[in-house]
């Protein structure tokens, strides 16, 4: 089991996001509730929207950004801008299941163009007069605020995005996020030499990338890793999952520690001179391991 100390380093926190305040300020607040020295969010959520809002600690402030690229799931509420048929409504909505193209919103941090989005699943909940609950699932950066003017638009009425919730990232729900009090009190219980509520909300750095394929390295190599490195074939033990060319997989020791995170860039030929995997990001700490050079 991992000691509260080494969890502050490397870890990280599921917070509910409350309605208001903009992401940066909520992971200001968790830097300062638990004294660390960075934390940082995964996916911008705008003042007027709550939920499910992933903040890596210290360390995992490098590689929390690999939550922002799984599928995302929202529940929303738009307003029609006249009335429409129901049987129009629900026709309109089957039909943005799958690949849609939305145009990025003038107010985003993005260059301005069409981009293609895929919507694995999107269920209507509730039609109360003009205004319609669902809950969509997505690819990443699909902008729920332009589906809703999009819908509203197919169905011939106009329409407007009222509220929003997101209720899931990559696998991680809401039963998993916790509030900004209940953080706080944690940390209280923990002063007082009671961790487990502590425990219990701070998740180890690794989980950010169980989703990806993992390499596993031989001691050796680590070090040379830690100094920037790429790794060669010679330092692989083992690998598990679906590799290809250009591939993100997560570099791990023989104990399971996670040393780096980076992508496939050649083949596993022990013959060859080219690296295997060219590193994104290293987690580990320099001098942890022997050096071999």
Known sequence: MEKIEDLLQFSFVVIDKPYGPT?????????????????GHAGTLDPHVTGVLPVGINRATRIINLLHLQDKEYVALMYLHAEANENRIREVFSEFK???????????????????????EIEILEIDGRNILFRVSTESGTYIRTLCVDLGDA???GGNLVELRRTRTGDIGENDAHT??????????????KEDMLRN?????????????????????????????????????????????????AVFSTDGELISVGK???????????PFVKMDTVIVERGRYPKTW
Do not use: C
């Open 23 to 39: 992401s940066h300020q909520v992971s200001a607040w968790v830097r300062e509730i638990l004294g660390v020295k960075r934390a």
């Open 264 to 274: 496939i860039a050649g083949n596993l030929d022990t013959s060859s001179r080219e």
């Open 201 to 249: 909300i701070l998740r180890p750095g690794r989980e950010i990338v169980k989703s990806l394929p993992k390499v596993y390295v031989k001691n050796s190599a680590i070090e040379a890793i830690a100094n920037g490195a790429p790794l060669y074939s010679a330092g692989v033990e083992k690998v598990e999952g679906k590799i290809y060319l250009g591939a993100t997989v």
């Open 155 to 157: 169905i011939g009425t």
């Open 180 to 193: 900004l009090q209940e953080l706080k009190d944690a940390v209280e219980f923990y002063k007082q030499g």
């Open 98 to 120: 799958g690949e849609i193209y939305q145009m990025v919103p003038v107010r985003a941090a993005v260059s301005r163009r069409i981009r293609k989005r895929k919507i694995n």
